[in-house]
């Protein structure tokens, strides 16, 4: 792709299974993409209340009282010790911090952006924008001269799948070996279903057991989208390695980005309340067992999801026919193909319907199952 250019947006494709689905006698289930449904907690809502006289502009950096609340979060509920706050910095939403982290970051032309196979398409996006080459690979072994920048996303978009300590030590070393930066996407980290992370927490890449103790050259993004309902905030943050971090700093002051200082407050408040976060959490796991115990009925078959706000399904045929399929329920899916080349038989589930909606989605499931 010449520099400059950029792909169609690959959800216009979408528009007419959207018109099939809600031709149903019962109205259309959206589940193809992940906007939270649920309200905003109302302690945050009454933090962005509390604070809109904002006559001055923010600081990029943020407030000293956002900045703490970052990293006390970080040590509370993803074990990672040893954070300043300093190493910690917040954005608008995560989806901008991704797609400009590799331009920010230096990141340019006859350089690699490596990315996971299964792929939220805003990674290569982001290498499309700085002008790099991106390369699609779970394997650190895989992952050549000349990398630039490493995206791991755990749990992940669109599969839900997590990597564990072991796997995240072997995949930072690899990146040190070239000289490479390397981001943990781990916006679904609250959100464990299955497996050890039922009942324990997805490891984060900055965890201690992962870098051991030395953040040089890691970041992990988080967001409070999904644990939180705070999508239409734009509230997320980036943390990790200092010399990043400031280069960050500097780039995103030059552009005049900066959280709204109202913003800021609520994210105060949501970082130091899990009372919300185990309530929304426990909504998203009843959804997800209806819909998933529909889906398997139903004839597909759920690969990894353990993790996270999706549902990975295949049938076992292209994809386009299980969303055509899907459609003629009044469901709405998202394709395999959005997400890479490598999953071309799989769709991607949404949980953020409200519960009749799943239920609906679920009973409509379940009448075409083979008895």
Known sequence: MALGALPEYPWD??????????????????????????????????????????????????????????????ERR??????ETDAVLPTIGSKELVALLPFMLGVGEGDLVVHPRAAYPTYEMGAIF???????????????DGTRLVWLNSPGNPDGRVLGVDELRRAVGRARELGAVIVGDECYAELGWEGPWRDTAVPSILDPGVTGGDTTHVLAIYSLSKQSNMAGYRAAFVAGCRESIARLTTARKHAGLMVPAPLQAAMVVAL????????????????????????????????????????????GRDAWESIGRLADLGILGGPGYFYGAHFPEHV?????????????????????AVR
């Open 78 to 83: 993803r074990g990672v010790t040893g954070l």
């Open 130 to 144: 700085a002008g790099a080459r991106s390369m699609a690979s779970d394997d650190p072994a895989e992952w050549p």
């Open 272 to 315: 130091g309340d899990d009372a919300h976060v185990a309530e929304q959490k426990e909504r998203y796991r009843a959804r997800r067992d209806r819909l998933k115990g529909a889906l398997e009925d139903a004839g597909f078959r759920i690969d990894h999801s353990e993790a996270g706000l999706y549902l990975w399904a295949t049938e």
């Open 348 to 368: 991607r589930l949404s949980l953020t319907a409200p519960d009749g909606r799943v239920a609906a989605a679920a009973e409509r499931l379940r009448a075409t």
């Open 13 to 74: 494709l979408m528009d007419p299974y959207r018109q099939r689905a809600a031709a149903h006698r019962d109205g259309i289930v959206d589940l193809s993409i992940g906007s939270p449904v649920d309200p905003t907690p109302q302690v945050v809502r009454d933090a962005l209340a509390a604070a809109t006289d904002a006559h001055s502009y923010p600081t990029t950096v943020g407030t000293a009282a956002l900045r703490r609340a970052i990293v006390a979060w970080y």
